[in-house]
C-alpha cells in the first residue's frame, strides 16, 4: 500500500511553466506536481506540445520560462523512450542486444552485463512477448515489436523515474494491456510513471492528469495562438 500523499518524496514541481522546442513558440503548462508512486498521464491535442513537456522533464530542452523543479538526477535514475525516429528503426543490433543496452547507465565502468541483468533482460521480453525474437536483428521488427523492445529497453533497470512517449503507439491491444500491467506492477514497487498517450487504455489508468490546451504563446509579440509549432 503507498503512503499518503502528504508523506511521499516530491519528484517534480511546475510553477507558470512555459515550454518550447522552437522560437519564438513557447506552450503554456498548467501547474503541476508530481510525487513519488504517481502514475501520470499527459494528454491533449496532436501539436499541443506534450512532448515537448516530457523532454523538458528529462532535461532533453530548457524551459523557456516560469520554473520546473525536478528533485531527481538525470541518468541511471530516469527511464526514456522517445517516439520512434528513423535512426532507431536502423539501429543495427539484435532485440537482445537493444533491451539489456538499458542497463548501460547503471552499469557504470564494468565492460560486461552481469547474470541477473541478462535474466531481468529475459523476463521482461517474455512479459512483453519478443523472448522468441532475441536473437533477431532490431532493424528487421515490426513497428509494434520495435515498440515492445523499446518499451522493455525502458523499463530493464530499476528507475526512479520512468518517462515514455505514446508508449502504446504501433502495439495492438493484447501488447498494450501486457506493457500496462508491468508498467502499473513496477509502479506500485516505486517506479514513477509519466506518459505521453490518447489511448483509452491508457488514461483510466493514471493516477493524475496534466492537460496541456491547444493555445501557444508568441514569445514575440504576447499573443495567443491556436497554431502550435512548438
Do not use: W
Not at 538525470?74 to 517516439?83: D, E, H, K, T, V
Not at 508498467?183 to 510513471?193: C, D, M, P
Amino acid at each position: 500500500m503507498q503512503n499518503p500523499s502528504s508523506r511521499r518524496e516530491t519528484i517534480a514541481t511546475a510553477t507558470n511553466l512555459r515550454v518550447g522546442a522552437k522560437n519564438p513558440i513557447s506552450i503554456e503548462i498548467p501547474d503541476f506536481t508530481i510525487q513519488a508512486g504517481d502514475f501520470v498521464a499527459i494528454t491533449g491535442a496532436n501539436g499541443c506540445g506534450k512532448t515537448t513537456l516530457l523532454k523538458t522533464i528529462a532535461r532533453l530542452l530548457n524551459p523557456i520560462a516560469g520554473k520546473l523543479e525536478l528533485a531527481i538526477r538525470p541518468g541511471a535514475a530516469i527511464g526514456y523512450l522517445p517516439q520512434q525516429g528513423p535512426l532507431q528503426k536502423d539501429f543495427p543490433a539484435s532485440v537482445f542486444e537493444v533491451v539489456i543496452s538499458g542497463c548501460q547507465a547503471s552499469r557504470g565502468i564494468r565492460p560486461f552485463y552481469t547474470f541477473s541483468e541478462r535474466r531481468r533482460a529475459e523476463r521482461i521480453m517474455e512479459r512483453l512477448g519478443i523472448a522468441t525474437l532475441s536473437s533477431k536483428s532490431y532493424k528487421e521488427l515490426s513497428g509494434g515489436q520495435r515498440q515492445r523492445a523499446l518499451i522493455a529497453r525502458a523499463l530493464i533497470s530499476p528507475r526512479k523515474l520512468v518517462l515514455l512517449d505514446e508508449p502504446t503507439a504501433s502495439l495492438d491491444l493484447q501488447a498494450a494491456k501486457s506493457f500496462l500491467e508491468l508498467a502499473k506492477e513496477l509502479n506500485s514497487k516505486g517506479a514513477t510513471f509519466v506518459f505521453v498517450t490518447h489511448d483509452p487504455l491508457l488514461i483510466p489508468a493514471a493516477t493524475k492528469t496534466i492537460h496541456i490546451g491547444e493555445a501557444v504563446l508568441c514569445e514575440k509579440c504576447g499573443e495567443k495562438t491556436e497554431v502550435c509549432n512548438g
